[in-house]
DNA sequence: GCAAAAGTGTTTATGTTACACCCATGT
DNA sequence: ACATGGGTGTAACATAAACACTTTTGC
């Protein structure tokens, strides 16, 4: 049933930003884009776009991911809504800003050319950023920072089989400290649901078991009330 | 500077909700107001409104709480947007909610007429609600409950003198469970931010202390990279 | 003096921290 | 054989949980 509607005046324009997370096994990355019209023309920026009327939120996220950075099929979320009046130079733009996590085999090719679109950065090494979008990738950065101690969303950044000690230097990288080895690892197994695989890494050194998370394990036991906490 | 805008496509409304919680002694409750227009006249629905050009999100959202509760200068957080297509019969209508906490001493009165605009409601038993906000409710209590536990922010649901009983019947309004007194008291005193007044309530049995909370107090320790959990 | 809520410590169990050496592999 | 990262247990310490009685007031 459509109402008819009492309210026309002027409208604030309607976005959605990503700030886009990625973990190669150093640091954790930021991907941008490098603005190709004006405001802020040449300038690093986050990814995203206006709104279409018939998309919800996620989806327009989703799109805007996909078309900017080819990026598609990751972790998602709604961060935060940024709507300051002269956030935009154009006039009234609401930002609905979101986080998203890729695995390295998610990631895309950087090239690190000059003529590349999209690149990966270091975190603590990021260029100036168009509009308000320090900001915003600092909100997400500390969501980030506090959400992966209590929800099991480290794995989103990592390839799907992974060893005890990349999952260890992610958590190092995003919390910024070190972490005991010995302790860290009796805690997390003793959560049960990271299951050992029968593969192993190969390479210089002594190989190192591989292992998965189990969603459903996962999910069973929060449901039984049980709390993650790292 | 004001670029020109090369977009003018079709633009979504932008509203704001607020979730506003009390807490009488009893139980948690949640201020409703009663629609007066269609859609859904007659319905219970958050205070809420359209954002003017002019205004930050948070202070379209104090703006509409005033207007529609007479309700000003409590604690308001933004809490999440919620824009699906469909959510509104009239069009496509973005909203970004907020949840407030106010204090006893701020509640409006509700009379319980049948007149009256806007009404407290037990979040135990609540009665239908327009559009999504059934949906946004449970957001909201979701993120209170989890919030309440590693950010103090009970006390803006109490007086600003209280009781440690007074303080923990809110804990367990909330959280859903019985809390042990004497572990409770004991946890929250060693945090140092709570202050004993010289006062002490009155009334038919032994007199209760009452407490202040002392935020500057808790901004430094908190600073000092302390945590509080509850 | 009795009913009702306020206030107070100790013991036990659980979880967290600190810490050092042997193992398996490639070169 | 050596360099490198993988893998493992225990003891000290700190925090959380369980638990019952005395105090103060109004009536």
Redesign the pocket.
């Known amino acids: 049933m459509l109402v008819p509607f009492t309210y026309d005046y002027p409208r604030p324009a309607l976005t959605v930003d990503c700030v886009v997370f990625g973990f190669d096994g150093d640091g954790l990355q930021v991907l941008l884009i490098r603005r190709g019209i004006e405001p802020h023309l040449g300038a690093w920026a986050l990814p995203g776009g206006f709104v279409h009327m018939e998309e919800t939120l996620d989806q327009a996220a989703r799109r805007e991911l996909e078309e900017e950075t080819h990026i598609k099929d990751v972790f998602l979320e709604q961060l935060f809504t940024f709507g300051n009046p002269g956030r935009d130079p154009r006039g009234r733009v609401v930002s609905v800003a979101y986080y998203a996590l890729v695995r390295p085999d998610q990631h895309t090719a950087t090239g690190d050319t000059d003529a590349s679109e999209a690149a990966w950065h270091p975190v603590e090494k990021l260029p100036a950023l168009a509009f308000d979008h320090a900001e915003i990738l600092c909100t997400a950065l500390d969501r980030l920072r506090g959400k992966i101690r209590y929800q099991p969303i480290g794995f989103e950044l990592l390839p799907k089989h992974f ?4 999952f260890q230097e992610l958590y190092e990288a995003i919390l910024g400290r070190r972490i ?4 860290f ?3 997390l197994l003793a959560f049960d649901f990271l299951v050992p695989t029968d593969d ?10 591989l292992y998965r998370f189990d969603r459903r394990r996962y999910d069973s036991l929060a449901h039984k009330g049980f709390l993650f ?1 790292l």
């Open positions: 060893t005890l000690t990349q005991d080895k010995r302790n690892r009796k805690k192993f890494t190969a390479g210089a050194h002594r190989p190192a078991r906490e």
